[in-house]
Nanobody, 124 residues
Framework: QLQASGGGLVQPGGSLRLSCTAS????????IGWFRQAPGKEREGVSCISAGGGYTNYADSVKGRFTISRDNAKNTVYLDMNSLRSEDTAVYYC???????????????????WGQGTQVTVQR
């Protein structure tokens, strides 16, 4: 089961690092995607990384501000979020997929099960 953590309350312009881990299983061999859902809005894809870490993809809204990375030795994928804006406020979820072709579309409809998310709130 995937679990996202690291969320919190931060002021505009601030930074947070989210982590995605898998309890009782490994992320080896899986691409990982980050998605988010703001209040009253549909879940949207934010970023993804391939199993080996060599491919990354970002939504236009976060390009240049967010960085995805992974440490397979720690069985963890990170999302470093900088220059945060109020519109980044959302619950963030991570998703695993062996198919990079599917994952890189960052399409919420491709996934039925979602693990625990983490709340990110950006406000003064």
């Amino acid at each position: 089961q995937l679990q996202a953590s690291g969320g919190g309350l931060v002021q505009p312009g601030g930074s947070l690092r989210l982590s995605c881990t898998a309890s009782g299983s490994t992320l080896d061999g899986y691409g990982i995607g980050w998605f988010r859902q703001a209040p009253g809005k549909e879940r949207e894809g934010v970023s993804c990384i391939s199993a080996g870490g060599g491919y990354t993809n970002y939504a236009d809204s976060v390009k240049g501000r967010f960085t995805i990375s992974r440490d397979n030795a720690k069985n963890t994928v990170y999302l470093d979020m900088n220059s945060l804006r109020s519109e980044d406020t959302a619950v963030y979820y991570c998703q695993a997929d062996r198919s990079l072709l599917r994952l890189r579309r960052l399409h919420r409809g491709d996934y039925d099960y979602w693990g625990q998310g983490t709340q990110v709130t950006v406000q003064r």
